[in-house]
């Protein structure tokens, strides 16, 4: 696996062009202050009627109509969420896109399922930070960075690869490393990786756990002490050392607990399962589900939202975090008024 720093790139590639970051949410604040401070010449495409203009304005940023921003842009980074992309860029960017133009993305899902066909004389190529904005924005300022993964869909003008670097540097990514990709790759991996592991996958076991201990009698309260509140413990022992350190740190009671049982509850039959689920993915079906889902208005996204919602963990949930002064405060990942 390839990885590229700060000294392999060549920002006179993108000093010299004009950068249009459509959208101004986690990735669009993160990459579009970012890039202005490291000099480059950027500009933020947004709809007339949106709440983030004031936001963007008051970074100082230049603020434009979307269709105007990548008119003016050599380089079109496309930040809106995935699901809306396919329709901004038909309705604002593509006419844009005439040859020798660069249209760029954070996540392969509208090239790779084919939502998005720019024409062959436009280099599409991928940036994408392995974090959320903020993370990108904060490590950027205090002088590091974010590692990002580099990917080349089409490369007519044969440079795609040297703009994408040097727009992963000019974000704080050539600090921390880039690693080159496919469009293929990062897109199956990461909806594989929210689906069974990450997101689906935890919040399923976590509940079946809760239910399984509710069920059998058990207080909730104890039940999501058990089996969601401290996941993250464990989950700061995992990120920082690796399963190693996970259970260096946990008692040996636990440890053998770990070592015999974890594999009875996710077992064969479960990754068969989880390979039914990168065929989907493989296959498109899951893609293209997702964006009929849209175009209905979300009608089963929602209610499957809202049942969650109403589950008795969010409930006994909401209830123990009333004893947990620190979560409250400015330290919250996400303060739904702001992000
Ligand atoms: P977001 O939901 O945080 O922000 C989207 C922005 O697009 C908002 O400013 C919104 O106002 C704007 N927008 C929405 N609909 C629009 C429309 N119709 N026309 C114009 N603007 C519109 O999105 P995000 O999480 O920053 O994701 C952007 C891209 O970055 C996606 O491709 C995503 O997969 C990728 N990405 C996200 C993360 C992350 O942590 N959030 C990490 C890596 C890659
Ligand atoms: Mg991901």
């Given at each position: 696996?390839k990885v590229?720093?700060?000294?392999?790139?060549?920002?006179?590639?993108?000093?010299?062009?004009?950068?249009?970051?459509?959208?101004?949410?986690?990735?669009?604040?993160?990459?579009?202050?970012?890039?202005?401070?490291?000099g480059?010449?950027?500009?933020?495409?947004?709809?007339g009627?949106s709440?983030s203009?004031?936001?963007?304005?008051?970074?100082?940023?230049?603020?434009?109509p979307?269709?105007?921003?990548?008119?003016?842009?050599?380089?079109?980074?496309?930040?809106?969420?995935?699901?809306?992309?396919?329709?901004?860029?038909a309705?604002?960017?593509?006419?844009?896109?005439?040859?020798?133009?660069?249209?760029?993305?954070?996540h392969?899902?509208s090239?790779?399922?084919?939502?998005i066909?720019?024409?062959?004389?436009?280099?599409?190529?991928?940036?994408?930070?392995?974090?959320?904005?903020?993370l990108?924005?904060?490590?950027?300022?205090?002088?590091?960075?974010?590692?990002?993964?580099?990917?080349?869909?089409?490369?007519p003008?044969?440079?795609?690869?040297?703009?994408?670097?040097?727009?992963?540097a000019?974000?704080?990514?050539g600090?921390?490393?880039?690693?080159e990709?496919?469009f293929?790759?990062?897109?199956?991996?990461?909806?594989?990786?929210?689906?069974?592991?990450?997101?689906?996958?935890?919040?399923?076991?976590?509940?079946?756990?809760?239910?399984?201990?509710?069920?059998?009698?058990?207080?909730?309260?104890?039940?999501?002490?058990?089996?969601?509140?401290?996941?993250?413990?464990?989950?700061?022992?995992?990120?920082?050392g690796?399963?190693?350190e996970?259970?260096?740190?946990?008692?040996?009671?636990a440890?053998y607990?770990?070592?015999?049982?974890?594999?009875?509850?996710?077992?064969?039959?479960?990754?068969?399962?989880?390979r039914?689920?990168l065929?989907?993915?493989?296959?498109?079906?899951?893609?293209?589900?997702?964006?009929?889902e849209?175009?209905?208005?979300k009608?089963?996204?929602?209610?499957?939202?809202?049942?969650?919602?109403?589950?008795?963990?969010?409930?006994?949930?909401?209830?123990?975090?009333?004893?947990?002064?620190?979560?409250?405060?400015?330290?919250?990942?996400?303060?739904?008024?702001?992000?």
């Amino acid at each position: 696996m390839k990885v590229y720093y700060d000294r392999d790139a060549n920002m006179g590639a993108l000093s010299e062009r004009r950068v249009a970051v459509v959208g101004y949410g986690s990735q669009g604040f993160a990459q579009a202050n970012n890039l202005k401070d490291s000099g480059i010449d950027v500009v933020v495409g947004l709809r007339g009627d949106s709440p983030s203009r004031a936001k963007a304005e008051l970074a100082g940023l230049r603020v434009l109509p979307v269709a105007q921003a990548a008119a003016e842009a050599d380089l079109v980074m496309m930040l809106v969420p995935d699901e809306h992309a396919p329709d901004v860029y038909a309705r604002h960017v593509a006419e844009s896109m005439t040859p020798g133009k660069y249209l760029s993305f954070s996540h392969g899902f509208s090239i790779h399922y084919d939502f998005i066909r720019p024409p062959e004389d436009v280099s599409v190529l991928m940036v994408a930070p392995k974090g959320p904005g903020h993370l990108v924005r904060s490590e950027y300022a205090r002088g590091a960075g974010v590692p990002c993964l580099l990917a080349v869909h089409q490369d007519p003008a044969g440079d795609a690869r040297e703009l994408g670097l040097a727009y992963a540097a000019a974000i704080g990514g050539g600090r921390a490393g880039v690693i080159e990709t496919t469009f293929r790759e990062e897109t199956e991996t990461d909806l594989f990786g929210e689906q069974a592991v990450l997101c689906g996958g935890l919040t399923a076991l976590i509940k079946a756990g809760f239910e399984t201990l509710t069920e059998a009698g058990y207080a909730p309260e104890m039940a999501y002490f058990e089996c969601l509140h401290e996941m993250k413990l464990i989950v700061d022992l995992l990120y920082e050392g690796g399963i190693s350190e996970m259970r260096y740190s946990i008692s040996n009671t636990a440890q053998y607990g770990d070592m015999t049982r974890g594999p009875v509850v996710v077992n064969e039959e479960t990754k068969r399962r989880m390979r039914a689920l990168l065929a989907e993915i493989q296959s498109g079906a899951f893609a293209r589900e997702w964006m009929r889902e849209n175009r209905a208005g979300k009608p089963r996204f929602r209610d499957l939202e809202r049942q969650s919602e109403d589950h008795p963990i969010e409930q006994v949930g909401r209830n123990l975090r009333e004893m947990m002064p620190w979560l409250g405060g400015g330290g919250r990942l996400v303060d739904r008024a702001k992000n």
